[in-house]
């Protein structure tokens, strides 16, 4: 296939940013697919941009089963595991769960050599939804869980 970019809409009643199952979605295409683009009910856009398609077949062969057949991560599965603590701990850190959702979702896709970069409503200014490990004298800083806290990495 010669596909190198899909676009598709995200309804009201879902998350409006991309799913586990649009991210692995994109293991499905060939090594000249580029971007998964999702145009949501809030108006807000989102792209993800694969870096490295070797990258990520080996996340999706190393984690294989994450995706539920809800389009959301398996809580049963190690990947899905850490996603659903990055998501609690996020909104103990007073993230929405809008914000938690998009976020731990992006920390994931990271991880698998893919980038998630969104524009707000009313803009087309693409910039990327960013999740790193907060640390604190080069010691990831822990909640009571021994869970790691996070904090954005956002790029303008």
């Known amino acids: 296939s010669n596909t190198v970019m899909v676009a598709h809409t995200h309804p009201y009643g879902g998350f409006p940013s991309p799913s586990p199952g649009d991210f692995y979605g994109l293991g499905t295409f060939n090594s000249n ?8 009910y809030n108006g807000s856009k989102y ?14 062969t190393n984690n294989p089963n994450a995706v539920n057949s809800s389009g959301q991560f398996n809580p049963a599965t190690t990947i899905g595991q850490q996603w659903y603590v990055i998501v609690a701990t996020l909104g103990d ?5 809008l914000e938690a959702y998009e976020r731990a979702t992006a920390f994931v896709m990271k991880q698998a050599g893919v980038t998630m970069v969104k524009a707000s409503p009313n803009s087309n200014t693409f910039k990327k939804v960013g999740l790193k490990i907060k640390m604190q004298n080069g010691t990831p800083v822990l909640n009571s869980y021994g869970d790691p806290l996070f904090e954005n990495s956002d790029c303008p």
């Open 33 to 40: 697919f580029l971007m998964n683009y999702t145009i949501a």
């Open 93 to 97: 850190q007073g993230y929405t769960e």
């Open 47 to 60: 792209a993800l941009y694969v870096n490295s398609h070797s990258q990520l077949q080996a996340f999706l």
